[in-house]
Nanobody, 116 residues
Framework: QAQLVESGGGSVQAGGSLRLSCEASGLSARTYCMAWFRQAPGKQREIVARIEADGITIYANSVRGRFTISKDNAKNTLYLQMNSLKAEDTGMYYC??????????WGQGTQVTVSS
């Protein structure tokens, strides 16, 4: 059974940076589509960024230019580098994976809190 475990969340002031990690087991980051989602209190879960098996990346308009998604196939780990953080970036961040980008597997989430 595939498992995704996120880490790296925390509290930071606006303008700061954080790097999230998602360690995958039971699936290969080399062949899977992987993504970061987030959910703010009282709001729906939204996709932040995704990286396809061939390395193509897609970002939400709200984070483009500030966030970078990447993966290390050898470590089977997905990353999200978040710079110039804003209060509106606050939320629970989830890692997801699927062979066809339809998100079969989910992690438990890691909290990011940005204070203004």
């Amino acid at each position: 059974q595939a498992q995704l475990v996120e880490s790296g969340g925390g509290s930071v002031q606006a303008g700061g940076s954080l790097r999230l990690s998602c360690e995958a087991s039971g699936l290969s980051a080399r062949t899977y589509c992987m993504a970061w989602f987030r959910q703010a209190p009282g709001k729906q879960r939204e996709i932040v960024a995704r990286i396809e098996a061939d390395g193509i990346t897609i970002y939400a308009n709200s984070v483009r230019g500030r966030f970078t998604i990447s993966k290390d196939n050898a470590k089977n780990t997905l990353y999200l580098q978040m710079n110039s953080l804003k209060a509106e970036d606050t939320g629970m961040y989830y890692c997801a994976a699927d062979q066809f980008c339809t998100w079969q597997y989910w992690g438990q989430g890691t909290q990011v809190t940005v204070s203004s």
